[in-house]
């Protein structure tokens, strides 16, 4: 197991940025940045040895800064979606940016925590730990807050990303990461192909905007049901209201028997390399996104990225949890730290 650093830009504000790259035993590299504690680059060997980078992502910090499909971002302090772009906490209403519609996503487009300039907190051997912080009123969010999100790879083939959270006033605290996968490689094309296992036998149904509508609706009967492994694109274009409203799968899954342990809550196999992800969680829902519209640009090393040349396995609270009472709580303060761990697992 080794860690290594290498400078990889220098932010706006004239902080110098670095890349980690964590290495296992096995060939498997993970490269982070501390710019929005991006996860760059996932090199992966298939069962033959051969080794694909199965992530989406930019050569340069340039990149980073224009990532407008949130490729491989950590999303903070509130992933998703919040309705109206507002939500009360003890009785005051706080008003967010509004960026989608008249809704808010990911906090801010451009000062969101994944386009913040992290400290480097710590590392040792296999990991290293991000650190953030944002004053009361930042972005419109209540609440003194420090973040951490540790990096961790191991011999297993799993990445391991831990976050903690505390606050000295009650706030929202959603945090995610938007990482798109392509077990054939980024550059591979179409995901489609993809076979999915959620283990969630309910969704969150929306309305225009996706924004929930409160409702936890079956999966059975209709084409949000992976809870038996089928291929992404299996039923992607069904004549289904849900799938029309959002141009695909971008829906969040409520993960069955969720109870703030670690849980396997999906598997992804890709047919054309062998490789298979599992994915695990403490949280209690995970955002299946299809890529239905990454922006077509160059990424990485002049791939050509598009629609559905990726997808997403956001884990979470659900999207508007804040303003749904019935919906776990994504409230965290004095009395109640933020702590989540998702483990994405090669097998």
């Known amino acids: 197991m080794s860690v290594t650093k290498e400078l990889f830009g220098t932010a706006k504000d004239g902080r110098e940025v670095y890349a980690f790259t964590l290495e296992n035993t096995n060939g498997m590299k993970a490269r982070v940045i501390n710019f929005g504690a991006n996860l760059v680059d996932l090199y992966v ?25 949130f490729l491989g971002a950590t999303i903070g302090p509130s992933a998703n979606r919040v309705g109206n ?30 386009k913040r300039v992290w400290d480097v907190a710590d590392t040792d051997d296999n990991s290293v730990t991000f650190s953030i912080e ?142 298979k992800l599992k994915a695990y969680t403490t949280l209690p829902g995970v955002q299946f996104y299809a890529g239905n519209c990454i922006t077509e640009e160059t990424g990485k090393r002049g791939a050509a990225y598009k629609p559905r040349c990726g997808m997403c396995l956001e884990t979470q609270y659900f999207p508007d949890t804040i303003n749904k009472p019935n919906f776990p709580s994504a409230v965290f303060g004095p009395d109640r730290d933020y702590h989540a761990v998702t483990v994405y697992q090669f097998i």
Do not use: C, W
């Open 45 to 69: 060997p298939d069962a033959a040895g051969n080794v694909e980078d199965v992530v989406l992502g930019y050569d340069d910090l340039e990149g980073y800064y224009r990532n407008s499909s």
């Open 85 to 114: 772009a507002s939500f009360q906490i003890n009785g005051k209403t706080y008003q967010l940016d509004v960026n989608d519609g008249p809704n808010n996503l990911h906090s801010n487009m451009e000062t969101g925590y994944h």
């Open 134 to 275: 944002a004053p009361d009123g930042d972005m419109g969010f209540p609440g003194n807050k420090r973040i951490t999100m540790t990096y961790s790879l191991s011999d297993d083939n799993s990445l391991k990303l831990a976050y903690h959270g505390t606050s000295d006033a009650d706030t929202l605290i959603n945090m995610t990461n938007h990482t798109y996968f392509n077990l054939s490689g980024h550059q591979a094309g179409s995901i489609e192909d993809h076979i999915l296992t959620i283990h969630a036998h309910n969704y969150t149904p929306v309305i225009p905007g996706a924004i929930p509508t409160g409702e936890i609706a079956p999966v059975a009967g209709t084409p949000m049901d992976f809870t038996n492994p089928k291929p992404v694109g299996q039923d992607i274009g069904a004549d289904f209201e849900q799938l029309k409203l959002t141009l695909g799968y971008d829906h969040n899954f409520v993960i069955d028997h969720a109870d703030g342990t670690l849980r396997e809550i999906a598997q992804i196999e890709d047919p054309k390399s062998g490789r």
